[in-house]
């Protein structure tokens, strides 16, 4: 299954415009103080709204600051950018303007109306050199940390392997469980059932299913350009690259649907690229598999596909 050109032309022609975004300041001030209010109405939509129940990961109107977590890397990567880099941009930010103002105020033709000529200060070259570095360090060790947990996979209790073209994902799975594989494509506007949750370019047409409290290592691949797998609410971005594979696994803590898209332009179509997640109950994972080979998907005899989790 591919997509046309003419099928993306179509697409191209219904995609609305984004509204102009958030200056980048205003931004960082939301994520840290208006994120638990996002949280919050997040939790009451879910409590009010049945149709819309499974829905947990997805973008909403009007939102700043993350979507809700939903895995122990996606948690860490939250709490690094509001415990350590906003008040760290807010303080550097802060410290510039202090210096502007005080330069402006205190160094001007009305107060000096003869400059100085100085060209070297040894104190301030050096504090102005190490103080940039200690900052840098400070951000270095969680960073390097949460690098290591996003990159060092645990044992899988599922391999999944997402191949990217332009422009679709194709999904594996291992001989284990099936031994099949699909494409993914958005639906077209005309198959969308909103009262069910699904999301204008976001929702497809044969998600991935998983399931809940599972280690899941997802073996990223590309076909063609270089494409990006992302997924904000399981903490996943990693680049599709050809003739290589990339790592990345999640643990999802609550069953539901969970919405991203390729992150590297790529093309035409690269809009037209979603990644749709399910995330289920054990039984519901297997009952899932059952009717996956009684949809006839394509068998993996010949083809190379996501390996089996190993042996515990």
Known sequence: MTVT?????????????????WA???IAFGS????????????????????????LGAPTQGEIGFQPVNSDNAAD???????????????????????????VINFNERVHPTPSK??????????????????????????????QKQMIVPTPDLVLKATASQWEWRYGYPKE????????????????????GDMRLLTVDNAPVVPVDKVVEVDVTSLDVIHSF???????????????????WFKAEREGVFYGQCSNICGIGHA??????????????????VRAKKKQFASMEGVELAAAPPTR
């Open 177 to 196: 469980v099936g031994g099949f594989q699909f494409d993914s494509l958005p639906k077209d506007d005309s198959d969308l059932d909103l009262a069910k």
């Open 77 to 103: 990567i939250v709490w690094f950018h509001n415990a350590f880099l906003l008040p760290v941009t807010i303080g550097v930010s802060a410290l510039v303007l202090v210096l502007l103002a005080y330069v």
């Open 230 to 248: 992302a997924v904000p609410s399981l903490g996943m971005r990693v680049d599709a690259i050809p003739g290589r594979l990339t790592q990345t």
């Open 118 to 147: 100085t060209t070297h200060n040894w104190t301030l070259e050096t504090v102005w050199t190490i103080l940039p570095a200690l900052a840098l360090i400070v951000i270095a060790f969680p960073s390097l940390r949460l690098l």
């Open 5 to 21: 050109a003419h099928a993306a032309d179509e697409h191209a022609g219904q995609a609305r415009h984004w509204e102009t975004s």
């Open 24 to 26: 980048p300041m205003a």
């Open 272 to 289: 037209f690229m979603p990644i749709e997640i399910r995330v289920v109950s054990a039984d519901d994972y297997q009952a899932w598999l």
């Open 32 to 55: 840290m103080f208006l994120a638990p209010l996002t949280f919050a109405a997040a939790a009451v939509m879910l409590a009010s709204t049945g149709a819309r129940a499974a829905v």
